[in-house]
Every structure is written in C-alpha cells, then in structure tokens.
C-alpha cells in the first residue's frame, strides 16, 4: 500500500431470508443494550483502525475519501429496469455452471435484449447428459434467473405455478443445452426450446 492511502473494503449482503444461498446473521436486542454495544465496539474498532493506518502509513488527517465520480461512474450501473445486468449474469454462472453442484456443466452464457423482448440463455457441457436430467437443470436455470430478477427489484413477481415470474413472463426465451466441444454442431444438441412471450408453456414441453 503506498504511503498516505489507505483503502476500505465494503461487502453488500442480500436478503437472506429472499436468498438462500446467500446467508448472514441477523441479531436483534433492547435498544440500549445496543447503544452501549455500539459505543463500546465503536470505540475499539476506531483504535483498531487507527494502529492499522500507522503501520500502512496513513499518515494524512483525511483517511477515508468519499468515490469520485469517476470511481462511481466505473461501477455496474441498474438500467431503466432497476436491473444490473453485470451482476446478474454473475450470479448465474456462481450458482448455475458451480463443478460441485452441477459436475456436468461448463458455463453458460447469456443474451438479453429489452427492446425486442428476447432472451437466450445456452447452456454448455462438459459430460454427457440425458435429455430428461437437462430438461430438469433447464428449469433451475429460468427459475433461478427469474429469482434474480426479483431479488434486485421486487416488483417483478417470483416464478410460480403457471409462470415463469412477471419479467420472463414478458420475454420470448430460448434455451439451448449443448456439449461445449460440438456446441456447432446441430446433431449433438441435448436439448433446445423456446417459451413464448406473453403465454406459459412448460419446459420440455411439445408446443
């Protein structure tokens, strides 16, 4: 770290009760106890801080600088949908292309478009899988996503029965399951399907 600087790193948790694969602890008290605790481990956080900075060598009466604009400008920013797409395409592949969860995927990617309504969501192999084990991964994936979408902004209903949560409800979405290795060839596709935009249709499903 270089002398007169000092950098402080913050974590954003979700909701954890909204989220299951995201968890923290949550601990409720009296009021005063929490004042008292709060003066308390304020006092010992600040000293703590304090002795970090010295040996840094943060030296300048201003430690902690408000972002610039330009830091905030460089972050992934919601669009007119209350959606950060950044984040949400990360999430997908963290919890949806994980070897210990999912041993048989590689990755996926994704395509959005807002302004024709369409989604593609190709789902890549790196093991052989039956037709009916992809169908029931295929339906993890758009649900989770649609879970995404309503963990950034609520007001976009949950996937339930009879559909796939309002803001999927508004897109045509295709789906492709594929070995990575032959992802071009046609012949080699485990599974493919398209949900219609504006109507249910179940996944796997003869139209």
Known sequence: ???????????????????????ARIHS???????????????????????ACMLSGCTESTIINPPTEDIL??????????????????DMSRFYADPEVYPFMDSIEGEVDTDNRTLRLVMLTNQTITREEAVEYVKEVVEGFAELVHEQNNDYTEPGEGTYGSYLDMYEIYLLVAPKDTRNDASTWIFEDTLPKDGYKEIGAEA
């Open 29 to 51: 008290s009296g009021r005063k106890e929490d004042e008292k605790r709060m003066k308390k481990y304020g006092k010992k956080f600040a000293a703590l801080l304090l002795c």
């Open 73 to 90: 400008a460089n972050l992934p920013q919601p669009t007119d949908e209350w959606l950060v797409w950044e984040q949400l395409w990360d």
């Open 1 to 23: 770290m270089q002398e007169g600087k000092c950098e402080v790193f913050l974590t954003f948790f979700q909701n954890p009760y909204k989220n299951p694969r995201l968890s």
